[in-house]
């Protein structure tokens, strides 16, 4: 039989961290993150990155790997993941990924298509024009190359749009029909568990309380002073988290206080709509309530 490795996946503000930790005070296992945010060192407030505290009594795994500045892709993420589990099970322990980025599930779970490594000289020509003449400019240009992508990816999506040109500049092929190589297998079985709050209503009312939480604790003033310690702008991913996209158009001066905790509780909530749409559509995965470690 081969080893197991845990996932624990929901919406944001559900509650995965803290079950994590509960369980980890029973049994013998180190978490792995499997969150977007939480790998940028410095944003610890808006991606409410486990304690120093909590680390030091259950060991988390894939935090604090880059800075704001850089990229980090689902390719790297499964490369890391699988790492961290292999080194976790050849310790005896037992290995719970954690979190609601589901596209780094999926890319654990069922691989990932063997796409070129970014290219940053590439992907800074691509934004230039995309400065010049707009993404939907771009997105035009994306659809003469690759319509199959194009039709998948909304015209302002700069993310998917920029990664889409790179991947056709790089290799001349379309980013869509590379898609559809087929991916390697995993070491050890992997089950996955869907923690989905009953009450859309209650999890509403913790995402607001969680987002002016992070108000509170300083997100503001933590997205200052990354600011002043790194060159970014508003394109990174790191910057186009949900908290600090808000944020930084509050430091931009571009509305107030009320606007961003506003414009924060809906992005917020929007993101558990589309993890929840996520969660319906990933194979294969139990409810949480089913979850024995063994």
Known sequence: MPPVAYALL???????????????????????????????????IGTAKPSMEERARIP???????????????GRFRADCVRAIEEILGRG???????????????LAHG?????????????QIDARAARRGWPALHA????????AAARIAPNDAQRSQRALEVWELTGKPLSAM?????????????GYALVPEDRADLH?????RFERMLRDGLVEEL?????????????????????RQAWGYLEGEYGMDALRDKGIAATRQLAKRQLTWLRRLPGLEPASALRLE
């Open 10 to 44: 929901g919406p944001t503000a559900s509650g995965k961290s803290r079950l994590a930790l509960e369980l980890g005070a029973r049994h013998a296992l180190e978490i792995v993150s499997m969150d977007s945010g939480q790998v940028y060192r410095g944003m610890d």
């Open 60 to 74: 988390h795994h894939l935090v604090d790997l880059v800075e704001p500045t850089q990229s980090y892709s689902a």
């Open 93 to 107: 322990r037992i290995p719970l990924v954690v979190g609601g980025t589901m596209l780094y599930y999926k890319a």
């Open 112 to 124: 990932i298509d063997a796409l070129p490594a970014a290219e940053p000289g590439l992907r800074a």
């Open 141 to 148: 240009e994306l659809a003469r190359v690759d319509p199959a």
């Open 179 to 191: 898609q559809k190589s087929a991916p390697p297998g995993l070491p050890f079985e992997l089950k």
């Open 205 to 209: 009312r913790r995402i607001a309380e």
């Open 224 to 244: 200052a002073a990354l600011r002043k310690r790194h060159a970014l702008h508003a394109g990174l991913p790191s910057m186009r988290c949900v908290g600090y």
